[in-house]
């Protein structure tokens, strides 16, 4: 007697077990039918889905370290398959400064050390960015007019976007001298900016024929 309800629960189990092993048989067979065949076209449309989910368009803004006043604006933008760079930096000393991608978006030192070093890429020595070799953060030097402006405008054939988003630009004090290993010698950071998605540039509008101003 003792032995019933164990005995119907191992029926119900053992029911039960059948029933969903069915059910995941029937549904296997489902998704083997809905499958399309496997054909290239398949395929490639797969590929040109991934690389148009790649993002194209990023910015930096670039605020000063502790003690610094150097600020700015960067557009990376995925064109002819590199990265064009460009916009204003402002309050700087004149003269040249070492520009670079760090290998971290971290900002949180006030200093800006725990931007980590210069992004490597492939583990090269520190260069020029025209050299044979360098890294794949250098990208030379920025130049301070008088009134301590920049204007940045870098073409980096070597960059996409997607290999810098959520690293950072770094802008330092002195000039990279392009050979010191591992940075270029450039001193410390006064400048730091995350490297985010930005919206594609919009096309300039036209100037509109002056109206009156209502504000
Ligand atoms: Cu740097
Ligand atoms: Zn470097």
Redesign the pocket.
Known sequence: MTHRPMFAALVAFTVLGGLSLAAAQERETQNQSARPPAKDAAHEHADLKHELALPKHGVAVLRPTEGNKVRGVIRLDERDGGLHIQGRVNGLTPGKHGF?IHEFGDLRDPKGESAGG?FEGEGHK??APGADE??A??LGNIEANEDGVAMVDIRAPWLKLHFVLGRSMVVHADADDLTSQ???AAGPRVSVGVIGIAQAPQPKAKKAPAEKKTN
């Open positions: 670079h210069h520190h260069g360098h890294h953060g250098d591992p940075s270029g």
